[in-house]
């Protein structure tokens, strides 16, 4: 079946813009994820998906990023007047549900903030 | 909290060499414990996992074994290929945290003909 997917592959925008990424669970995928991963850097949760619910919001780094959750399928996580510090690749993961561990992988969004 | 430290690299190695790279971990509970690849220029993929203690976790020639007694999560393989050069990364995560990956720095391994 398909895998997850995110959208788009990259992304280009000036500083204080805001984006939106995309990320389309596996089907069936109850629990979704948002990681980070900035060069040179190691991955960092950003969010926690439950169903629509996002219990655990601990990881994002500022009231700029915000990310919603609808039909228990697709993700959008959104960053408002973005910041150079916020150049990474962003990365979705789905999974059954915390009862189970292993999470699978879209190819993420290479976000770059000029 | 929780927290994983891995090897630092980059590691190169010549082909059919002998490959460790070194896993650590803090955690409450029972964590499960997973090794993840990245090759150039594609997504992350699970390459192996264990989720109890003395489990061990084995895909495409990769072993690790879940030593609770040394906290470790070693990642071996007993003779590298090219293909096998990638950006591996260990990372754990609990059913009491949401069973959210935490995760080391990840090791990039080039491996030479």
């Known amino acids: 079946g398909a895998g997850v997917s995110q959208s788009p592959s990259n992304k280009v925008t000036e500083k204080g813009k805001d984006v939106e990424l995309r990320c389309d669970p596996i089907s069936g995928h109850t629990a979704l994820y948002w990681y980070r991963q900035r060069l040179g850097q190691g991955l960092e949760f950003l969010i926690y998906?439950?169903?629509?619910?996002?219990?655990?919001k601990s990881g994002l780094p500022s009231d700029r990023f915000s990310a919603e959750r609808t039909g228990e399928s697709v993700s959008t996580l959104t960053i408002q007047r973005t910041q150079q510090e916020d150049s990474a690749v962003y990365l979705c993961?789905?999974?059954f549900g915390t009862g189970s561990d292993t999470q699978y992988f879209g190819p993420g969004t290479r976000l770059t903030v000029l | 909290g929780d927290s994983v430290t891995q090897m630092e690299g980059p590691v190169t190695l010549s082909e059919e060499a002998f490959l460790t790279i070194n896993c650590t971990y803090t955690a409450t509970g029972y964590p499960s414990l997973f090794w993840y690849v990245q090759y150039p220029g594609e997504g992350l993929q699970l390459l192996l996992k264990a989720t109890k203690a003395d489990d061990k976790g084995s895909n495409k020639g990769f072993e690790a074994t879940y030593r609770k007694e040394t906290t470790s999560f070693h990642l071996e393989k007993g003779s590298v290929q090219v293909s096998d050069s990638a950006v591996y990364f260990c990372?754990?995560?609990?059913?009491?945290?949401?069973?959210?990956?935490?995760w080391g720095l990840g090791t990039s391994l080039a491996v030479n003909p």
């Open positions: 993961a789905s999974s």
């Open positions: 990372a754990l995560n609990n059913a009491g945290n949401n069973r959210k990956l935490i």
């Open positions: 998906f439950q169903g629509n619910s996002a219990p655990d």
